[in-house]
């Protein structure tokens, strides 16, 4: 690099040197988390690892609306954010939640990611990845799943075998709430599992670039299953009407025939299946 930049005239040096700054600027945001994960790397190349860090933030994204469940019955200036405010979820509704989601990560997710682990280790390079990087392939990595899971989605509603015999346990809970995002039959975990694994290996992700897709996948995942509609939920960060979120899902819920994309909104456009949601 530095032979290039002394070839170059004077007004093209500064530039090349300007570029290179950024760059590393760039990397400089995002180094000292990755050296804060690359310390914990024991823990981060065993095995129990991905299960671990996948019930986890799942566990995690779910307290603050497990916690609103059971605060807006009481207060009613949380209540007006309640999508269908005549339904709320029981403690004996949420337990079954929980203990289908420990038992799918410890009998059927380990085994898969165990499998991994042993076939293709995880290397962790040294440095970290550029930030605009990060935001681009983490949007990639959504948009790729948006899409695969549309598919997948629509056509376990249009074959009755395929919806009765995988997807109908998802809709069991036509009311969402937090703990019914993992509330599914096992091969719909794992065909999500896999969409959410495969895309950023199809991009070449940084491995830190992976992890924080999980976490953002894991989380709007778990709000649009929440069963709120409040003021910073993404669908209201995003113009345009481009990202459908909790009323757009809550609805598939509640009408079974419409909104089948997870996140965005153009492929229910394109395919004829949308439909406007209007919280409460």
Not at 205 to 212: A, K, Q, S, V, Y
Request: proline share 8%; net charge neutral.
């Amino acid at each position: 690099m530095s032979c290039e930049i002394m070839n170059c005239s004077l007004p093209d040096r500064v530039l090349l040197l300007s570029y290179v700054m950024d760059r590393r600027h760039d990397r400089l945001y995002l180094q000292p988390l990755w050296d804060f994960v690359t310390a914990k790397k024991p823990l981060i190349k065993s095995p129990f690892f991905p299960v671990l860090f996948s019930f986890t933030a799942y566990m995690a994204f779910c307290l603050p609306y497990i916690a609103l469940d059971f605060l807006s019955t009481r207060l009613p200036n949380l209540r007006k954010y309640k999508i269908q405010p005549q339904n709320y979820p029981t403690l004996g509704m949420m337990v079954p939640c929980i203990i289908q989601s420990m038992y799918h990560h410890v009998v059927f997710i380990f085994p898969v990611t165990f499998l991994h682990w042993y076939w293709k280790p995880m290397n962790l390079p040294v440095t970290a990845p550029e930030l605009p990087e990060v935001m681009l392939e983490v949007v990639g990595c959504l948009l790729l799943f948006d899409f695969e899971y549309f598919l997948w989605h629509l056509i376990h509603h249009k074959v009755p075998w395929l919806y009765k015999t995988f997807h109908k346990v998802h809709h069991k809970h036509i009311s969402t709430f937090a703990l019914t995002t993992q509330y599914s039959s096992v091969w719909e975990l794992l065909s999500l599992g896999f969409f959410a694994a495969i895309n950023p290996v199809l991009l070449g992700c940084h491995p830190l670039t992976e992890m924080i897709f999980f976490l953002v996948n894991i989380w709007l995942s778990v709000e649009d299953h929440s069963g709120y509609d409040l003021p910073w939920s993404t669908h209201r960060l995003v113009p345009f009407g481009l990202y459908g979120g909790a009323p757009h899902h809550d609805l598939h819920h509640l009408k079974f025939k419409s909104n089948y994309a997870p996140y965005f909104t153009h492929w229910d456009k394109l395919f004829g299946t949308f439909t406007e949601s209007h919280s409460n």
